[in-house]
Structures are given as C-alpha cells and as structure tokens.
Nanobody, 113 residues
C-alpha cells in the first residue's frame, strides 16, 4: 500500500547540509518522473525539485545551486541533497511520483538560525 517512504530529515544549523532519501516500492520507479515537494507550517505545498525518468532536473528558483535531486535506479531510491540550508527551508519534505499521484509520508527538515 505504501509506495514511497522518505527519510533523512532532521535538525540542522543554517549553512549545514542534509540528504533526504525516498525509497520506492514498486516497478514504476525506473520509468517514472519523480519530484520533491515541501510544506512549511501554514503554507501550501510547493514543488522543490523534479527529475524525469531520463535524469533531467529542474528546481524551484530559491533552491537552485543549493539542492540537488538525483536517483539511483538500482536502489529504487531518489535523493535530495540539500546544502547551505537556510531557515526558510524548514518544512516537511515529501516524495512524489506525479503521474501515479503517489506520495510519501513526509520527513521533517528544521533549519535553525
């Protein structure tokens, strides 16, 4: 029933780094576009990064140069490497398979000043 499971969130100081992981359960992962979203308290969910099945990536403007989305097909895992974190990055981060409308349960990222 659970198709996507995120992990890797936590508390980090501004300027620090975290790497989020999204483990996919199912054969869809190898051919599906994937994305990371985030939702801050009281704010709507927003797209952070997207990666096509072919590996083409796009990013929200505010994270360009700081975040990197990637995937390891053999491991059925997508990653979000987050560097130079700022407090505005604080949110619950969600893994998404857009075509399938699969969502993970979310992982909390908190960045302190």
């Amino acid at each position: 029933q659970v198709r996507l499971v995120e992990s890797g969130g936590g508390l980090v100081q501004a300027g620090g780094s975290l790497r989020l992981s999204c483990l996919a359960h199912g054969s869809f992962f190898s051919i599906a576009d994937m994305a990371w979203y985030r939702q801050a308290p009281g704010k709507p969910r927003e797209l952070v990064a997207h990666i096509t099945s072919g590996g083409t990536t796009t990013y929200k403007d505010s994270v360009k140069g700081r975040f990197t989305i990637s995937r390891d097909i053999a491991k059925n895992t997508m990653y979000l490497q987050m560097n130079n974190l700022i407090p505005e990055d604080t949110a619950v981060y969600y893994c998404n398979a857009p075509v399938h409308n699969y969502w993970g349960q979310g992982t909390q990222v908190t960045v302190s000043s």
